[in-house]
């Protein structure tokens, strides 16, 4: 099986890597997809956004226990959605880890473990930073999204990113691509943050997917019921996410889903995916 893997990142925080990394993991998980996600951030906002204790029953860890050669157990929180949970210990693996000779490939080593194999996708959430634990998750992927908000400074320490990429391709691991950007916490009304969007688009071109996530109160509302907005009965962020995730699988897979009773969007082999002038 040919496992697919992507890291989100940007080193601004607070632009959606855990919202996104979260609802396309949920997203992936309900066309059947067997998805991980694993929680790269010491702030552990995806593990707690998706189960109060994931090693409870257990008494197994994840991220932290993973590196360090301890017991760890990646824990279903929805069907064929698992989760490799983080916690803030990573913080001080990741200052320890600066001495060791492996430093930044200690991720994609334990990927290759045969408990890793059985996963279609794997989504990596990153840390609002270029530090030890993202250079990890960079080398271990061969995707790269970048999520991004339509606020003023939202191209700041992009250029940093991409030059980290670079050097990560050339240095450690060449199969690193970008997969594309998604613009996240969308309003379309101030007219100001249409000019931002069109940015970023002239930045990145075809690279920005033609799909946004608006703004809206429904991703703090699934964040309380650990659900996700996939769990929602209807409503714009739930279609928005299926719109970016159907243009996700679609860019790896190189075709689109076809699930019609999952969203009444597929029409035999027809699909509406959204097209540019609809964002
Ligand atoms: N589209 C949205 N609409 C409304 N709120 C959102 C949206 N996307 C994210 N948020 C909220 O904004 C906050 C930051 O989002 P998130 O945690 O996904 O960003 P992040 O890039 O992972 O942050 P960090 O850099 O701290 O890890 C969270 O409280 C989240 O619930
Ligand atoms: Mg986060």
Known sequence: ?????????????GV???TLTRELGIYLATLGRSVLLIDFDPQANLTRSLAD??????????????LTGQRYEQVEVQKNLFLLSGDIKMAVLEKSLIAEIDAYTR??????????HPFEYILIDTPPSLGVLTVNALTAAEHLVIPMN??????????DLMSTVRKVKKGLYPG???LGVIINAYDSVPVIT??????????FGEMVFPSVLSKSI???EAIALQSGVMALQKGRVKDEIIRIGVELVCRIEGSVPVTPEQHGRVRGAEVLVPSKTEV
Do not use: W
């Open 150 to 159: 339509p606020s003023l400074y939202s191209m700041q320490g992009t250029n």
């Open 1 to 13: 099986m040919n496992q697919k893997r992507i890291v989100f990142s940007n080193q601004k925080g």
């Open 16 to 18: 959606g890597k855990t």
């Open 176 to 178: 690193l691509g970008l």
């Open 218 to 220: 429904r991703i703090e």
């Open 194 to 203: 249409r000019q931002i969007r069109d940015e970023i688009c002239s930045s």
């Open 53 to 66: 204790d994931p090693s409870a029953g257990s008494g197994a860890g994840g991220c932290y226990e993973a």
């Open 107 to 116: 991720l994609g080593e334990l990927l290759e473990h045969g408990s890793f």
